[in-house]
Protein backbone atom coordinates (compact mmCIF):
# COMPACT_ATOMS: atom_id res chain seq x y z
CA UNK A 1 0.00 0.00 0.00
CA UNK A 2 1.41 3.63 -1.03
CA UNK A 3 1.54 6.14 1.34
CA UNK A 4 -0.72 8.77 0.06
CA UNK A 5 -3.17 5.50 0.14
CA UNK A 6 -2.54 4.75 3.45
CA UNK A 7 -2.52 7.89 4.72
CA UNK A 8 -6.06 8.89 2.93
CA UNK A 9 -7.13 5.58 4.64
CA UNK A 10 -6.22 6.71 8.08
CA UNK A 11 -7.78 10.19 7.67
CA UNK A 12 -11.12 8.32 6.43
CA UNK A 13 -11.17 6.11 9.55
CA UNK A 14 -10.59 8.94 11.60
CA UNK A 15 -13.65 10.55 9.98
CA UNK A 16 -15.86 7.53 10.41
CA UNK A 17 -14.90 6.93 14.21
CA UNK A 18 -15.83 10.35 15.41
CA UNK A 19 -18.37 10.35 17.95
CA UNK A 20 -21.78 11.33 16.60
CA UNK A 21 -22.27 15.41 16.45
CA UNK A 22 -24.17 16.68 19.78
CA UNK A 23 -27.11 18.87 18.63
CA UNK A 24 -26.37 22.36 19.63
CA UNK A 25 -28.86 23.80 22.79
CA UNK A 26 -30.75 26.35 20.62
CA UNK A 27 -31.22 29.78 22.98
CA UNK A 28 -34.76 31.44 22.41
CA UNK A 29 -33.37 34.14 20.10
CA UNK A 30 -37.04 35.54 19.77
CA UNK A 31 -37.28 37.23 23.22
CA UNK A 32 -33.93 39.20 22.83
CA UNK A 33 -31.92 37.39 26.13
CA UNK A 34 -29.52 36.37 24.43
CA UNK A 35 -26.28 37.38 25.77
CA UNK A 36 -22.80 36.85 24.44
CA UNK A 37 -19.34 37.91 25.89
CA UNK A 38 -16.30 37.44 23.60
CA UNK A 39 -13.12 37.25 25.50
CA UNK A 40 -9.72 36.71 23.60
CA UNK A 41 -7.33 36.49 27.26
CA UNK A 42 -3.79 37.04 25.69
CA UNK A 43 -3.63 38.31 22.11
CA UNK A 44 -0.82 37.97 19.97
CA UNK A 45 0.58 41.01 18.01
CA UNK A 46 1.57 39.38 13.90
CA UNK A 47 2.74 41.74 10.94
CA UNK A 48 2.10 40.43 7.45
CA UNK A 49 4.22 43.11 4.41
CA UNK A 50 2.02 46.35 5.22
CA UNK A 51 -0.77 44.20 7.19
CA UNK A 52 -0.50 44.84 11.19
CA UNK A 53 -2.80 43.05 13.51
CA UNK A 54 -3.64 41.00 16.38
CA UNK A 55 -4.54 37.16 16.29
CA UNK A 56 -5.67 35.30 19.57
CA UNK A 57 -7.82 31.81 20.63
CA UNK A 58 -10.52 32.62 23.01
CA UNK A 59 -14.12 31.92 24.22
CA UNK A 60 -17.32 33.25 23.33
CA UNK A 61 -19.50 32.40 26.73
CA UNK A 62 -23.68 32.81 25.50
CA UNK A 63 -26.16 33.45 28.00
CA UNK A 64 -29.71 32.64 27.81
CA UNK A 65 -31.81 33.42 31.37
CA UNK A 66 -30.42 30.68 33.35
CA UNK A 67 -28.59 28.58 31.15
CA UNK A 68 -24.69 29.22 30.00
CA UNK A 69 -22.27 27.92 27.66
CA UNK A 70 -19.17 28.28 26.22
CA UNK A 71 -17.52 28.01 22.85
CA UNK A 72 -13.97 28.33 21.39
CA UNK A 73 -13.07 30.82 18.74
CA UNK A 74 -10.88 32.24 16.87
CA UNK A 75 -9.83 36.28 16.94
CA UNK A 76 -8.12 38.65 13.84
CA UNK A 77 -7.78 41.83 13.81
CA UNK A 78 -5.99 44.54 12.09
CA UNK A 79 -5.99 47.06 9.34
CA UNK A 80 -3.19 48.15 6.43
CA UNK A 81 -0.35 50.23 8.53
CA UNK A 82 -1.38 49.28 11.76
CA UNK A 83 -2.99 52.94 12.52
CA UNK A 84 -5.57 51.45 14.79
CA UNK A 85 -3.61 48.23 16.00
CA UNK A 86 -2.20 48.40 18.82
CA UNK A 87 -1.86 45.90 22.34
CA UNK A 88 -2.13 47.96 25.27
CA UNK A 89 0.01 46.68 27.97
CA UNK A 90 -1.61 43.37 26.97
CA UNK A 91 -5.30 43.62 27.44
CA UNK A 92 -7.23 40.84 26.66
CA UNK A 93 -10.02 41.73 23.90
CA UNK A 94 -13.45 41.92 25.61
CA UNK A 95 -16.51 42.68 23.29
CA UNK A 96 -20.16 41.66 24.14
CA UNK A 97 -23.48 41.54 22.01
CA UNK A 98 -27.21 40.46 22.72
CA UNK A 99 -28.12 40.89 18.50
CA UNK A 100 -30.00 37.52 17.56
CA UNK A 101 -28.81 37.48 14.45
CA UNK A 102 -25.28 37.86 15.78
CA UNK A 103 -26.02 34.97 18.05
CA UNK A 104 -27.58 33.00 15.59
CA UNK A 105 -24.67 33.28 13.13
CA UNK A 106 -21.78 32.70 16.32
CA UNK A 107 -23.96 29.39 16.37
CA UNK A 108 -24.13 28.35 13.26
CA UNK A 109 -20.08 28.43 13.15
CA UNK A 110 -20.55 31.67 10.84
CA UNK A 111 -17.96 34.02 11.04
CA UNK A 112 -18.18 37.88 12.39
CA UNK A 113 -16.85 40.40 10.51
CA UNK A 114 -16.81 43.97 11.90
CA UNK A 115 -16.87 45.98 8.92
CA UNK A 116 -20.17 44.18 8.02
CA UNK A 117 -21.95 44.90 11.54
CA UNK A 118 -21.06 47.82 12.85
CA UNK A 119 -18.26 48.15 16.28
CA UNK A 120 -18.94 50.87 19.58
CA UNK A 121 -18.22 51.57 22.61
CA UNK A 122 -21.44 52.30 23.90
CA UNK A 123 -24.32 50.12 25.16
CA UNK A 124 -27.31 50.16 23.84
CA UNK A 125 -25.89 51.56 20.24
CA UNK A 126 -28.67 49.60 17.66
CA UNK A 127 -26.98 50.81 14.97
CA UNK A 128 -23.30 49.09 16.10
CA UNK A 129 -24.26 46.03 17.71
CA UNK A 130 -21.14 44.51 19.10
CA UNK A 131 -19.43 46.86 21.73
CA UNK A 132 -15.91 46.39 22.22
CA UNK A 133 -14.76 46.43 26.20
CA UNK A 134 -11.08 45.73 25.74
CA UNK A 135 -7.94 45.14 23.86
CA UNK A 136 -9.08 47.28 20.80
CA UNK A 137 -10.72 50.11 19.52
CA UNK A 138 -13.97 49.90 17.73
CA UNK A 139 -12.05 51.44 14.78
CA UNK A 140 -9.90 48.05 14.42
CA UNK A 141 -11.11 45.69 11.97
CA UNK A 142 -11.63 41.89 13.01
CA UNK A 143 -13.40 38.73 12.17
CA UNK A 144 -14.61 36.57 15.02
CA UNK A 145 -14.11 32.90 13.97
CA UNK A 146 -15.83 30.49 16.29
CA UNK A 147 -14.42 26.75 16.50
CA UNK A 148 -10.69 26.24 17.17
CA UNK A 149 -9.61 23.75 14.10
CA UNK A 150 -10.74 22.39 11.21
CA UNK A 151 -12.82 20.00 12.59
CA UNK A 152 -14.88 23.37 13.48
CA UNK A 153 -15.10 24.56 10.58
CA UNK A 154 -16.24 21.60 8.79
CA UNK A 155 -18.70 20.28 11.52
CA UNK A 156 -19.18 23.44 13.24
CA UNK A 157 -18.32 24.68 16.52
CA UNK A 158 -18.74 22.59 19.55
CA UNK A 159 -20.95 24.33 22.53
CA UNK A 160 -20.21 23.47 25.99
CA UNK A 161 -22.31 24.09 29.38
CA UNK A 162 -20.74 26.19 31.47
CA UNK A 163 -21.85 28.07 35.05
CA UNK A 164 -22.93 31.92 34.73
CA UNK A 165 -21.37 33.26 37.67
CA UNK A 166 -19.50 35.68 35.51
CA UNK A 167 -21.94 36.35 32.67
Request: hydrophobic share 40%; aromatic share 6%.
Amino acid sequence: MTRKRLLLSLIALGLLGTAPLQALPQPDLNNGTTHVRIEVPKPKQANLLQLRGILGAGWAYIREDDDCYKMRLRLVAGDFGGKWVGIAGRKPIIMEFSDPLLVRALLSGDDIVSDVTGVSTRSGYSQNPIRVLSGISPETGFIINPGRHLGADMFGPKLRETRCENL
